[in-house]
C-alpha cells in the first residue's frame, strides 16, 4: 500500500521560503507525477503542481514565479520550495500521487505551514 | 483558471440520497473525462471515491457514484450513512495541462 508522508517546518516567516518534502513508502515513484495541493483555511483545494519521476514538472500559472520542485528517487522523496511567501501562503499542504490518466489516487494526510511573523 | 463551481452544503437523514454537482466549462469538465471526486475528513488524507467522471476505485462503496452532462458532473451518494458526513470536492484536467479543483461541498448527514 503506497503511503505519503509531508515533512517540514510549521511556521515560515514572510518573504521566506516555505520548503517541504514528501517520503513515499510502499511503492515506486517510476512512471507517476507526484504533486503538491494546498488548502487554506476555510478555503477550498488549490493545484500547485507536479513533477515527472523523470524530472519534469508543470506548476500552476498563478504560483510558477515562486514555485520549484524537485524529486529524488533513490530517496523516495519530493520536495516543494515556495518563494517569498506571504499570509495568504498560510495552508494545509498535500502532497499526492497522480497518474498517467491525471487520477490524484494516493495522498499525505497533509501538514499545516503558517506564514507569520 | 477559475475554481469550478460545487455548493457550499447539503444535509440529508441517513438512508437518504444526495446529489452533489459541479459546474465548470468547456475547458474543462466539458471537454475532458478525467473528472475525479474526493471525500475529506478532518486530519485524514483525501480519499479518491470516484474518478473517470464514474469509475470508483477498489475498495470504495457501491454507494458512491458519478456523472458527467455537459460541462457538470455530480456525484451521487446512496443510502447515506454517518460515515459519509465530511467535506467533497471534485476536480477536473483542463485544457492549459493544469488541474482545477471545485468550491467544495459539505455533507451533514441528519
Known amino acids: 500500500q503506497v503511503q505519503l508522508q509531508e515533512s517540514g517546518p510549521g511556521l515560515v516567516r514572510p518573504s521566506e521560503t516555505l520548503s517541504l518534502i514528501c517520503r513515499v513508502s510502499?511503492?515506486?515513484?517510476?512512471?507517476?507525477?507526484w504533486s503538491w495541493i494546498r488548502q487554506p483555511p476555510g478555503k477550498g483545494l488549490e493545484w500547485i503542481g507536479y513533477?515527472?519521476?523523470?524530472?519534469?514538472?508543470n506548476y500552476n500559472p498563478s504560483l510558477e514565479s515562486r514555485v520549484t520542485m524537485s524529486v529524488d528517487t533513490s530517496e523516495n522523496q519530493f520536495s516543494l520550495h515556495l518563494r517569498s511567501v506571504t499570509a495568504a501562503d498560510t495552508a494545509v499542504y498535500y502532497c499526492?500521487?497522480?497518474?498517467?490518466?491525471?487520477?490524484?489516487?494516493?495522498w499525505g494526510q497533509g501538514t499545516l505551514v503558517s506564514v507569520s511573523s | 483558471q477559475s475554481a469550478l463551481t460545487q455548493p457550499a452544503s447539503v444535509s440529508a437523514s441517513p438512508g437518504q440520497s444526495i446529489t452533489i454537482s459541479c459546474t465548470g466549462s468547456t475547458n474543462d469538465i466539458g471537454g475532458f473525462s478525467s473528472v475525479s471526486w474526493f471525500q475529506l475528513h478532518p486530519g485524514k488524507a483525501p480519499k479518491l471515491v470516484i474518478f473517470d467522471v464514474s469509475s470508483r476505485p477498489s475498495g470504495v462503496s457501491y454507494r458512491f457514484s458519478g456523472s458527467k452532462s455537459g460541462n457538470t458532473a455530480s456525484l451521487t451518494i446512496s443510502r447515506l450513512q454517518p460515515d459519509d458526513e465530511a467535506d467533497y470536492y471534485c476536480a477536473s484536467y483542463s485544457s492549459n495541462s493544469v488541474h482545477v479543483f471545485g468550491t467544495g461541498t459539505k455533507v451533514s448527514v441528519l
Open positions: 510502499g511503492g515506486s515513484m517510476t512512471n507517476f507525477y
Open positions: 513533477i515527472y519521476y523523470k524530472g519534469t514538472s
Open positions: 499526492a500521487r497522480r497518474d498517467y490518466s491525471a487520477i490524484f489516487d494516493h
